[in-house]
């Protein structure tokens, strides 16, 4: 069946022009394009978005992280998309966790910078998709 996640390339995948890279990945999986964006997080989205950590020691270093540049915001959709696009990213960690082949695997070096995010659950994806995308 067929559902929605929200991937975002951080500001360090942006920054190291890896945005071609990941949509070509999305793409040759079969997954779709549903929305698009290039934008600065504000603070309010950022906190929102990783609500959930607030409180961890690394809580208030990814959120200056995430704002701190151009960011691009995508819907991604397909048969178990929610699931594939973490299978395409790797592991949070891009050098104990994500294996090569992977996203975070061949690109990524340290946990905070690890390049992009996709949601880890169906309840994750329709909260997040409002997020970045309310009039989705
Ligand atoms: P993401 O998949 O976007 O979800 C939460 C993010 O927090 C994660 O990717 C990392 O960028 C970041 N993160 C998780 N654990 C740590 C950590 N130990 N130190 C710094 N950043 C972390």
Do not use: C
Not at 31 to 45: G, Q
Not at 59 to 85: C, H, K, Q, S, W
Not at 93 to 112: H, M, N, S, W
């Amino acid at each position: 069946m067929s559902e929605r996640t929200l991937v975002l390339v951080k500001p360090d995948g942006v920054e190291r022009g890896l945005v071609g890279e990941v949509i070509a990945r999305i793409e040759r999986k079969g997954l779709k394009l549903a929305a698009l964006e290039l934008r600065t997080a504000d603070r309010a989205t950022a906190e929102q978005h990783y609500a959930e950590h607030d409180g961890k020691s690394f809580y208030n270093d990814l959120v200056d992280f995430i704002t701190g540049g151009p960011l691009v915001a995508l819907v991604v959709e397909g048969v178990r998309a929610i699931p594939a696009f973490r299978q395409l990213a790797g592991g949070t960690d891009p050098v104990e966790k994500a294996t090569p082949g992977t996203i975070r695997g061949d690109f990524g070096l340290e946990v905070q910078y690890n390049l992009v995010h996709g949601s880890d659950s169906a309840e994750s994806a329709e909260r997040e998709i409002k997020i970045w995308f309310p009039n989705l």
